[in-house]
């Protein structure tokens, strides 16, 4: 049954990333790294729900979203770039395939790396970050969602990865499989992966080819 839901804060992380936080229903339970469908309660939105991850822990009062802004789609994440704590939210959910299946190597692209904020923020609380590794892939270091608090994550290593810029200690280009045979060395571990269609298949694909099994591979659409 849908949720109504009251926005209590909004605030910039990127030149194009917010965050947003809600109060949370009573009784409503989640597992990190699933997900919700978010509807606007406004005239022209109310058929125009569409689905966002809880970067918020499930022993949290309160439910948290990181939403990637795209003006040049006209559509939910650009009107919510103007919505004002108050505004009110349907929410139904939650669902999604991306669980935490262990230690492993998280393979993010944009905001395909919000699956993975209360995985790997859940683990950090509980000291169980040994093993993780974040690969993430943006295009300029502004970009980069978190990228702080993913630098100041003790036991998580990370390498980010710029597609168009140079910048002293991050790695330049795509992440394929010679990257992931330089930087990955135990290919025995679980592999998470989420971002656009395309990155998604061609990271299965780059894990094909270093030996990754397939029980392996967590994605969203659970292949």
Same mark, same amino acid.
Request: hydrophobic share 40%; charged share 30%.
């Given at each position: 049954?849908?949720?109504?839901?009251t926005?209590?804060?909004?605030?910039?992380?990127?030149h194009?990333?917010?965050?947003?936080?809600?109060?949370?229903?009573?009784?409503f &339970?989640?597992? %990190? +790294?699933?997900?919700? *469908? #978010?509807?606007?309660?406004?005239?022209?939105?109310? @058929?125009a =729900?569409?689905?966002?991850t809880?970067?918020?822990?499930?022993?949290?009062?309160?439910?948290?979203?990181?939403v990637?802004?795209?003006p040049?789609?006209?559509?939910v994440?650009?009107?919510?770039? &103007?919505?004002? %704590? +108050?505004?009110?939210? *349907? #929410?139904d959910g939650?669902?999604?395939?991306?669980? @935490?299946? =262990?230690?492993?190597?998280f393979?993010?692209?944009?905001?395909?790396v919000?699956p993975?904020?209360?995985?790997?923020?859940?683990?950090?609380?509980?000291?169980?970050?040994?093993?993780?590794?974040?690969?993430?892939?943006?295009?300029?270091?502004?970009?980069?969602?978190?990228r702080?608090?993913?630098?100041?994550?003790? =036991?998580?290593?990370?390498?980010?990865?710029?597609?168009?810029?140079?910048?002293?200690?991050?790695?330049?280009?795509?992440?394929?499989?010679?990257?992931?045979?330089?930087?990955?060395?135990?290919?025995?571990?679980?592999?998470?992966?989420?971002?656009?269609?395309?990155?998604?298949?061609?990271?299965r694909?780059?894990? =094909?080819?270093?030996?990754?099994?397939h029980?392996?591979?967590?994605?969203?659409?659970?292949?």
């Open positions: 049954m849908p949720h109504t839901l926005l209590r804060e909004v605030a910039p992380l990127t194009d990333t917010n965050r947003y936080v809600f109060g949370r229903p009573a009784n &339970d989640f597992e %990190p +790294g699933q997900a919700a *469908e #978010l509807t606007i309660c406004r005239d022209g939105w109310k @058929d =729900g569409r689905p966002f809880f970067t918020s822990l499930p022993e949290e009062d309160q439910l948290e979203f990181v990637k802004v795209y040049e789609k006209k559509g994440t650009e009107e919510m770039d &103007d919505i004002k %704590p +108050g505004a009110v939210f *349907e #929410l939650p669902f999604g395939a991306i669980e @935490d299946k =262990g230690p492993g190597v393979l993010a692209a944009g905001a395909g919000t993975f904020i209360a995985i790997l923020r859940n683990r950090a609380r509980n000291g169980t970050l040994e093993g993780c590794h974040l690969i993430f892939s943006n295009t300029h270091a502004k970009d980069i969602i978190l702080d608090e993913w630098d100041e994550m003790d =036991g998580l290593t990370v390498d980010h990865v710029l597609a168009e810029e140079h910048v002293d200690g991050l790695h330049h280009g795509h992440v394929d499989a010679a990257f992931l045979q330089d930087h990955v060395k135990d290919i025995d571990r679980m592999f998470y992966i989420c971002g656009p269609q395309g990155y998604v298949d061609a990271m694909d780059a894990l =094909g080819e270093i030996g990754v099994k029980g392996n591979i967590v994605t969203e659409d659970g292949w």
